[in-house]
């Protein structure tokens, strides 16, 4: 059996890792260049907790302003907007962003669905939640929220971006999404 040098072993190793690293670079990167674009689930951005995914965006166009309990009676949607212009109508579309925060530290981590805005188009206004499928938690250590945020939106747009604040941060983490629209 032939034995092996020190510097066939360390090139070998080292190789091995070159190799894995490669290939956790590319894995990571690719879904998060393309994803957005391609509109494929489960695209997440990295936090200094843990780790921000984006599951699923849909959109259900709506007549008239939803019903929810965030409004109170009004008069049917014609009547009320007969004197409006077009571009004072309320937004009636609803779009709904599942997603899932990952907290990987030590200690929990406070989350607030005001946290995410939804962006209209490219460089459009950001907008407020709508309603949301949980309150403000502590995500507690090494657990995962999978939840969901709904925005009201125009009824003439159809690229959207999701926007997420963490506390501390400069800069928001920016996603794009093309919502699946639902009948």
Known sequence: MAALT??????????????IAVAGAVDSALPGLLGPRLGMPGVGQATAFGRVTILRAHREHRTGAPAGPHHGRSAPADAANDHLAP??????????????????????????PGQFRLRVGSSGPTVSLYDAGHRVVALAAGSTLTTWVGYLAPSDQSAFGIEYTEAGARAPHTFEIVPEVLA
């Open 6 to 19: 020190r510097r066939q072993v360390l090139t070998a190793t080292g190789g091995g890792l070159a190799a």
């Open 87 to 112: 571009q004072h109508l309320p937004w009636s579309d609803y779009v709904r962003v599942d997603l899932a925060v990952e907290n990987s530290t030590r200690r929990p981590v406070l989350l607030s």
